[in-house]
């Protein structure tokens, strides 16, 4: 069946083949894409699977007009093209959704929608309605539900990644790439997303959609090309591939999904967690009652749903926000009411959720960014005066050992990828003498090269003897990890209960909000008196 | 209640605020680049300001004919940016037989214009450092005006309260109490900042102009007011309390000039060589990775405009005790808001921030003769320290005028974040 999406406006949506042929782009000391060539069919939702640096988003911005090729063509049904901005490649037929969204918080959907292809009526005044009703139609038609007056400030970020798409169909666009569209996704808003992709699909228009999550690409592609190292490693379509075959094509070796651990051997308790209660910046109860332990020589995961109180949970663990009620301890040292600080020299160590907002300082340098909680110490420091060369010699060490992809130690962090950013401050926390380690989302937008590596460094801690705690909405990394594992919903923490008593189906049920009931002792709604 | 600011509402504006001076510190484009973009901002200025100077003489409208109004333009910008020049750095057409002289009214007339350059510089040194450290902490000092009239008081008032003490205790002493004043000038937006998420800019708006009216009152009161003055002037600065003259031949450079240089390498030292100018940095950059690295975000913000207060404080030092010698009403003459121009000019940096301050320090100095010799306000040298300004702010602008590369700038600024990245 094909509908006309674009019936009321005067520019036809068209079918779109595009080809890229020979497509090489250098940056400074990096060759991002080497003769790459690819051909999205009409109607086909073409997956660009890669490692983080693989060269995926570049090629991308290249068809987007956002840089221009070094050498190479762009074919738009047979008929070379040269973008000198986004606005050619939207003009073209040409939409893309970007890992940051472009939209105005303080706008409306539908204000966002129009912004840049204002509908007006006479005396220039803009048309919204029209707008509005056009922002309604789309989404019924591809299954994008979203209130077109909603200011896009209060709309979650699956919320906001769909009127992204609406805004890239309200242009008309034919070939829609999405980069990376699932890093900042739940899980349920992944399958929605999954879903709208199908029914784009159904309507005749190309997909690109970048990612490094095998399932994903499995289950909605018809092609799979893999990129690595700024080249096309192969080329095929996903009932010819096994996931593990496109993860060895990815990093270029054969690789272990999930990981290879001794049992644990957990002696003395490290973290002790009693009626803890948080309450969130609006003053809503956001951890509630939540009593746990972790133990020397453990990991324990907690799943959950994003949103649930684990970013809550880890923060006032961290003395980052304060807590309503309950206690912390560390090792049996009473952290309830300790500042950051101390809870870091207590030896806890602390991989935060979002590492470019609290992990790192994008325009510091790696080796600085290497000792960001550790700078005032010997031998960083002297008394009140630093010392640059051990910052570097440490950081130098710490480049090789976690094997950091970097010019040299001095170039800002913000320029590394995602996966290597990950690696500066993991490399910092798991270089630092701890007894605790707490790593939230400790893998979110990775590739699969550095999940495995973070994921032996973490059991590898373990096996040290430290106590490990593990934050996730990553099901597969929860149970990757876990010797034991908790779920949050809602505040409340269900567990932790031994991995091997607990399935994925039943893990699944406990994040939705079920079977939290059956373990009994829940207490109502209310906070503690 | 959490007293910490970063759960203050307005917490976006105050991270669009960061970007803006994150902008400005940290460039997108290398050191030569950005070199060539003030040099290139600089000559735009002065060929726009031309404009204003042909402009401003009606003498060119009245002239009978084209060539001749086209030469009496010439002669304008000509006059004026040549007396600007001598004004600035020497004659260069007497400067030469000036030298070979060899007397003493010879080198006092050559190095005269120098001399007038740098002690115009020496506060701007210390005002721009009072900004640029506030930068790098993220923080806008826009009270820099009064921090220095609060360290010129108190080093006005330590210098004639102090007599017959040997200069190495009054002096220092002198100098020490403008510090003391700037910073505590600075303590008190940074304490309210750090407490309750007061905004800086607004607070430090407000206590210039406490410190201005302060300066009216203490003036009339039996400490401060020259016995036998009705007209707010302050008791002379004890000579022993004085900056001492460097060149002597009835030249006014005094050692504030070299105080200025070490306390820029004093800044430099401290924001890059030290665990305080790490953190400094640190929370100017990102406030909320600092905070979870375990720094004392609010800490910071105190010890960083007090430390900027007292910078500020020292020009206000600088001025009392080594040209005006007594405290009078508008002292300041403004240099602490040119400290902002100075600090942008010079990219935050200690070392710019030299640069700009001898700059502007030469543009002062030379308008004075600039207005002297020609028939050029002295107006036009704010005309041209705003245009230059504002040409360094809009440096695509000045990419475009002269074709220098600019992919790269438009490529990052087509694919930064729209928001919440």
Redesign the interface.
Same mark, same amino acid.
């Given at each position: 069946m094909k509908t006309n999406p674009a019936a009321s406006s005067p520019v036809e949506t068209k079918p779109l083949r595009l080809e890229l042929k020979g497509i090489t782009k250098r940056f400074p000391g990096v060759l991002a894409n080497d003769h790459i060539d690819l051909t999205v069919e009409p109607g086909e939702v073409h997956v660009l699977l890669g490692e983080n640096g693989a060269g995926k988003t570049t090629l991308m911005?290249i068809l987007y007009g956002?840089?221009?090729p070094d050498e190479g063509e762009i074919l738009v049904n047979g008929t070379p093209v040269k973008f000198q901005?986004?606005s050619d490649a939207i003009r073209t037929g040409i939409g893309m959704v970007?890992q940051?969204?472009?939209?105005?918080?303080v706008f409306t959907v539908a204000e966002n929608v129009m912004l840049g292809s204002e509908l007006t009526r006479s005396f220039g005044l803009l048309d919204r309605r029209r707008a509005r009703r056009e922002v309604q139609r789309l989404g019924a038609q591809f299954g994008l539900a979203v209130d077109p007056d909603a200011r896009v400030a209060s709309l979650s970020v699956g919320a906001q990644q769909r009127v992204e798409i609406i805004k890239a169909l309200y242009r008309h666009a034919g070939v829609l790439i999405l980069d990376e569209p699932t890093a900042v996704l739940t899980p349920q808003e992944t399958d929605e997303l999954l879903r709208v992709m199908e029914s784009l699909k159904r309507a005749g228009r190309s997909l690109v959609f970048i990612t490094h999550k095998l399932k994903e690409a499995k289950q909605v592609a018809d092609r799979i090309t893999v990129l690595r190292g700024g080249r096309v490693v192969g080329s095929t379509v996903p009932a010819k591939a096994t996931e593990s075959q496109l993860a060895a094509m990815m990093v270029g070796h054969a690789i272990r999904l999930g990981v290879d651990r001794p049992p644990a051997k957990p002696t003395n308790v490290v973290l002790d967690v009693a009626n803890l209660s948080v309450r969130d910046?609006r003053g809503q109860v956001a951890v509630n009652e939540v009593t746990f332990q972790v133990r020397a020589g453990e990991i324990v995961t907690i799943a959950g749903v994003q949103g649930n109180g684990q970013t809550e949970l880890v923060r006032a663990l961290?003395g980052?926000d304060?807590i309503a009620t309950g206690r912390i301890a560390v090792a049996g040292r009473d952290l309830t009411s300790a500042?950051?600080?101390q809870?870091?020299?207590a030896g806890v160590g602390?991989v935060?959720e979002d590492r &470019?907002?609290?992990?790192?300082?994008?325009?510091?340098s790696v080796g600085?960014n290497l000792v960001?909680?550790i700078?005032?110490v010997p031998p960083f420091?002297n008394g009140?005066?630093?010392e640059?060369a051990e910052i570097r010699r440490s950081a130098e060490e710490r480049i090789r050992e976690f094997d950091i992809r970097t010019p040299s130690p001095i170039v800002a962090a913000g320029t590394l990828s995602g996966g290597n950013q990950q690696r500066v401050v993991v490399a910092r926390e798991f270089s630092r003498p701890v007894v605790l380690m707490i790593a939230s989302q400790p893998t979110r937008g990775l590739d699969v090269g550095s999940i495995e590596y973070i994921h032996e460094r973490i059991v590898k801690l373990r096996d040290k003897g430290d106590a490990v705690l593990i934050v996730s909405s990553d099901l597969d990394e929860v149970l990757a990890l876990g010797d034991r594992i908790a779920v949050m919903y809602q505040g409340r923490m269900a567990g932790p209960f031994e991995a091997t008593d607990l399935t994925r189906e039943r893990i699944g049920l406990m994040m939705a909000g079920a079977g939290t009931e059956a373990e009994g002792a829940v207490p109502t709604d209310e906070g503690r008196p | 209640m959490?007293s910490e600011p970063d759960?203050a509402p307005g917490r976006d504006r105050a991270s669009a605020a960061r970007a803006v001076i &994150?902008k400005i510190i940290?460039p997108e484009s290398s050191a030569w680049s950005s070199l060539l973009v003030v040099v290139l901002a600089f000559v735009t200025a002065l060929v726009v300001s031309a404009v204003f100077i042909i402009a401003s003489d009606p003498a060119v409208f009245q002239a009978p004919d084209f060539t001749i109004a086209l030469y009496n333009a010439w002669q304008d910008v000509a006059g004026a940016y040549g007396s600007l020049l001598s004004g600035a750095l020497g004659d260069p057409s007497t400067i030469g037989s000036d030298l070979t002289t060899g007397t003493a009214s010879g080198l006092a007339h050559a190095f005269y214009p120098l001399s007038e350059t740098l002690v115009a510089a020496a506060p701007l040194v210390f005002t721009g450092l009072a900004v640029a450290l506030g930068f790098r902490a993220g923080l806008f000092n826009i009270g820099a005006e009064g921090q220095v009239i609060a360290g010129g008081l108190a080093a006005g008032w330590v210098g004639f309260s102090v007599h017959g003490w040997p200069g190495f205790i009054e002096l220092p002493l002198a100098i020490l109490a403008g510090f003391a004043a700037g910073a505590l000038w600075g303590f008190v937006p940074g304490l309210l900042k750090a407490r309750t998420g007061a905004h800086e800019v607004i607070t430090t708006i407000m206590l210039n102009y406490v410190a201005i009216y302060l300066t009216y009152y203490f003036l009339g009161t039996r400490i401060f007011q020259r016995p036998g003055r009705s007209d707010p002037i302050s008791k002379a600065v004890d000579s022993g309390a004085m900056l001492p003259n460097l060149a002597g031949l009835n030249l006014r450079v005094h050692a504030g000039v070299i105080l200025a240089v070490l306390v820029a390498i004093a800044v430099y030292f401290l924001l890059?060589?030290?665990?305080?100018?790490?953190e400094f940095?640190?929370v100017g950059?990102?406030p909320?990775?600092?905070?979870?690295?375990?720094?004392?975000v609010g800490r910071v913000v105190v010890l960083a405009m007090s430390m900027a207060g007292g910078l500020a404080g020292l020009a206000g030092a600088n001025v009392i005790l080594g040209v005006q010698y007594s405290v009078t009403p508008g002292f300041s003459s403004g240099v602490g808001f040119d400290g902002i121009t100075v600090a942008l000019l010079g990219r935050g940096n200690p070392a710019g921030v030299i640069a700009a301050a001898l700059l502007f320090g030469g543009l002062r100095a030379g308008a004075v003769q600039m207005q002297a010799s020609t028939s050029t306000p002295v107006d036009l040298v704010q005309v041209i320290e705003a245009l230059v300004i504002m040409f360094v702010a809009a440096p695509a602008l000045i990419r475009a005028l002269f074709r220098l590369r600019t992919?790269r700038v438009i490529?990052r600024a087509?694919?930064s974040?729209?928001?919440?990245?």
């Open positions: 911005n956002l840089y221009h901005s986004p970007h940051h969204f472009m939209l105005i918080p910046a961290m980052l304060p500042s950051p600080r809870t870091l020299d602390h935060p &470019q907002r609290d992990g790192l300082i994008a325009d510091f600085e960001l909680d700078y005032y420091a009140p005066v630093l640059p | 959490s759960h &994150q940290a890059w060589r030290t665990v305080v100018g790490f940095r640190a950059a990102n909320d990775a600092s905070r979870t690295a375990g720094i004392g992919e490529a087509a694919i974040p729209g928001w919440g990245g």
